[in-house]
């Protein structure tokens, strides 16, 4: 594969590809109106570089990077029927980082008089957001005790010129932050915005006793990650990012943070650590990457990084498993389960492994293998068609909730299984309608050739 040395290379890379990347030129402010001409395609769109961003002259800022499917196989060398294994297989071998002296984020350094509201063009997205936030920012730690480099992408509110809110609720950093504020300590944290897409898709990982984080992100691009030490942290930090922002915590300080428009859709607001800025660096010409909550780009991240776990480990341990897959527009709140069953209790047995393996889900139906999982219209007629709500519908009760659910009570849910494949004892009433082969494949061949194409996609079979 080739790899991707920094972002700059993968934007090339699509600028060469007709319909991929746009360039808008128009001035837009750094307030609502960047944010809006981002996520104007609600799927599918280009990625788009707003090279005129008022107040920021010499700044650009990228958005929708890794939006489809498609850029995140072209980012991977994979093809898009592969990305899940692929990804799944790389990120289980590592390929730890190189240090390096010399570094593209080193070419302007601030250490005095930090601004980040007049240096960085942060994006405000949403009417109700308490300010700026960064949303597109590698948070990177680094564990003495156990060697491993820690990392996540957080949302950080700008709060003041040199200080940040960070919302830290997930683990690995989370876990490390409480336990450096146990003994009294600082947590020294680097934030990398506008790095190459494999250390992107790396910082959402899971990487719980495998390779750490940026060994993922060797093994994804398939060279080391480069390394250099940062002016004011006992840190190394990713040398070929645009921005690399060194700050550390203030032990036992929490204040408000947010409310922020996040990607479930709604406003959260949360009492959260304190980050002191000591210093930014960054390249000459630099990208500013954002990432809009609640649009395609973060879901397509995240959904990529959850599915190739759960294939894999579903595949592993339940029997007759066909395949797996979030259903969009839930941020991977609800997914479906094909499989090839012997009873009704496998279905169960199935989606309730499923639940356990990734907690942020809600809902999981189970379909049989005549039914195309990846179709929510195929899905919608099996639940339809073969569920009786009394008999296939389970809902497990007083669970831990995802952190922005907002349907959540004092922090807990409730989580359903929807049992839609046939009932084996009267199967004979499922068989589903369809052409014989023959004249299937006679209406593929006439849609191909002489309508080139266009509206062709086969019935489920």
């Given at each position: 594969?080739?790899?991707?040395?920094?972002?700059?290379?993968?934007?090339?890379?699509?600028?060469?590809?007709?319909?991929?990347?746009?360039?808008?030129?128009?001035p837009v402010a750094p307030q609502y109106e960047a944010a809006a001409v981002l996520g104007f395609h609600r799927e599918g769109g280009p990625t788009v570089i707003l090279e005129n961003v008022r107040g920021y002259p010499g700044w650009r800022v990228v958005g929708n990077v890794l939006g489809t499917r498609r850029r995140v196989a072209l980012a991977l060398g994979l093809a898009e029927e592969e990305v899940n294994t692929g990804y799944f297989r790389r990120k289980s071998t590592g390929l730890p980082p190189v240090t390096v002296n010399a570094a593209p984020v080193k070419e302007v350094v601030i250490t005095r008089e930090i601004d980040?509201?007049?240096?960085?063009?942060?994006?405000?997205?949403?009417?109700?957001?308490?300010?700026?936030?960064?949303?597109?920012?590698?948070?990177?730690?680094?564990?003495?005790?156990?060697?491993?480099?820690?990392?996540?992408?957080?949302r950080l509110q700008v709060?003041?010129?040199?200080?940040?809110?960070?919302?830290?609720?997930?683990?690995?950093?989370?876990?490390?932050?409480?336990?450096?504020?146990?003994?009294?300590?600082?947590?020294?944290?680097?934030?990398?915005?506008?790095?190459?897409?494999?250390?992107?898709?790396?910082?959402?990982?899971?990487?719980?006793?495998?390779?750490?984080?940026?060994?993922?992100a060797g093994a994804l691009r398939g060279e080391p990650v480069p390394l250099v030490r940062a002016e004011?942290?006992?840190?190394?930090?990713?040398?070929?990012?645009?921005?690399?922002?060194?700050?550390?915590?203030?032990?036992?300080?929490?204040?408000?943070?947010?409310?922020?428009?996040?990607?479930?859709?709604?406003?959260?607001?949360?009492?959260?650590?304190?980050?002191?800025?000591?210093?930014?660096?960054?390249?000459?010409?630099?990208?500013?990457?954002?990432?809009?909550?609640?649009?395609?780009?973060?879901?397509?991240i995240l959904s990529l990084c959850s599915a190739s776990d759960l294939q894999h480990y579903l595949g592993e341990l339940v029997e007759g498993f066909c395949g797996f897959a979030f259903v969009p527009g839930t941020y991977c709140f609800h997914a479906v389960l094909c499989l090839k069953k012997k009873n009704k209790a496998a279905a169960r047995r199935a989606a309730l492994l499923a639940l356990a393996l990734d907690p942020r889900l809600k809902q999981v139906v189970v379909v049989d293998d005549d039914v195309d999982f990846t179709s929510s219209a195929d899905v919608a007629w099996a639940v339809a068609t073969r569920c009786q709500p009394d008999r296939d519908v389970v809902v497990l009760r007083d669970?831990?909730?995802?952190?922005?659910?907002?349907?959540?009570?004092?922090?807990?849910?409730?989580?359903?299984?929807?049992?839609?494949?046939?009932?084996?004892?009267?199967?004979?009433?499922?068989?589903?309608?369809?052409?014989?082969?023959?004249?299937?494949?006679?209406?593929?061949?006439?849609?191909?050739?002489?309508?080139g194409g266009r509206g062709l996609r086969c019935a489920s079979s």
């Open positions: 594969m080739m790899a991707f040395q920094d972002l700059r290379q993968f934007l090339a890379r699509l600028e060469d590809i007709p319909g991929e990347l746009v360039h808008i030129h128009r980040l509201t007049a240096l960085l063009p942060v994006l405000t997205y949403h009417e109700g957001d308490a300010g700026p936030y960064l949303t597109a920012g590698v948070c990177l730690a680094y564990d003495k005790a156990s060697g491993r480099y820690h990392l996540g992408i957080h709060k003041g010129p040199d200080r940040l809110g960070i919302l830290l609720a997930n683990p690995p950093l989370a876990t490390h932050f409480a336990a450096a504020e146990a003994r009294g300590a600082p947590l020294e944290l680097a934030i990398a915005v506008g790095v190459d897409p494999a250390l992107l898709l790396a910082a959402v990982s899971r990487a719980a006793g495998g390779p750490d984080k940026l060994a993922i004011t942290l006992e840190l190394m930090v990713p040398a070929t990012a645009e921005i690399v922002i060194e700050a550390r915590t203030i032990p036992g300080v929490r204040e408000r943070e947010g409310p922020f428009g996040e990607s479930t859709g709604y406003y959260f607001a949360f009492e959260s650590p304190v980050l002191e800025v000591t210093a930014v660096t960054h390249r000459t010409q630099p990208l500013y990457q954002a990432i809009v909550p609640a649009g395609p780009e973060g879901e397509n669970l831990p909730a995802y952190v922005i659910d907002p349907s959540a009570v004092q922090g807990m849910t409730a989580k359903v299984i929807i049992d839609a494949t046939k009932p084996p004892a009267i199967a004979e009433r499922f068989v589903r309608i369809k052409p014989p082969p023959a004249a299937r494949a006679l209406a593929e061949r006439i849609w191909r050739e002489e309508a």
